[in-house]
């Protein structure tokens, strides 16, 4: 079974930690990782905008960040895929204007992150496609 570690940085709302726990669990396993880890860490804009401009050389605040732990493209892919930050200020300004809730916009944002984590940019429509089917995905499970 994949395993879903959650680090909240910022204190997260009631209810969230379980069901992304859940949701990344179930999505890891349909895409034929059930036997990896990912962690995933709830932060603040001040945070996430640090890491930005200090990995992407960026002074802006974004949702969601992943930081894998292997080479996209190796054949040996680790236990643990990687970390996915994500921004709860930011979170929490986008939900509305999508039409969801703070915990289904933090499970889009953990989804585009493992997706990332799993070797996938997008660079193009038909790779947009791809992050797409796996937000929507994470939303049913």
């Known amino acids: 079974m994949a395993a879903v570690e959650i680090i909240p940085q910022k204190k997260p709302p009631r209810g969230l930690r379980p069901r992304l726990r859940h949701g990344l669990t179930a999505l890891m396993s349909e895409l034929g990782h059930a ?5 995933v860490i709830l932060c603040s804009d001040h945070r996430i905008r640090a890491l930005k401009k200090t990995h992407w050389g960026e002074d802006t605040v974004t949702d969601v960040l992943s930081f894998p732990t292997y080479e996209p493209g190796d054949p040996f892919i680790p236990p643990h895929l990687g970390d996915i930050w994500i921004s709860l200020d930011t979170a929490a300004r986008q939900a509305p204007a999508q039409g969801r809730s703070l915990e289904e916009e933090v499970l ?3 989804a585009h992150g493992l997706w990332h984590l799993l070797g996938h940019d997008h660079d193009s429509e038909e790779e947009w496609r791809g992050f797409l089917n796996v937000q929507r995905r994470i939303l049913e499970l």
Do not use: E, F, P, S
Request: proline share 0%; charged share 10%; net charge positive.
């Open 35 to 39: 036997n990896r880890m990912v962690t």
């Open 108 to 110: 889009v944002l953990a």
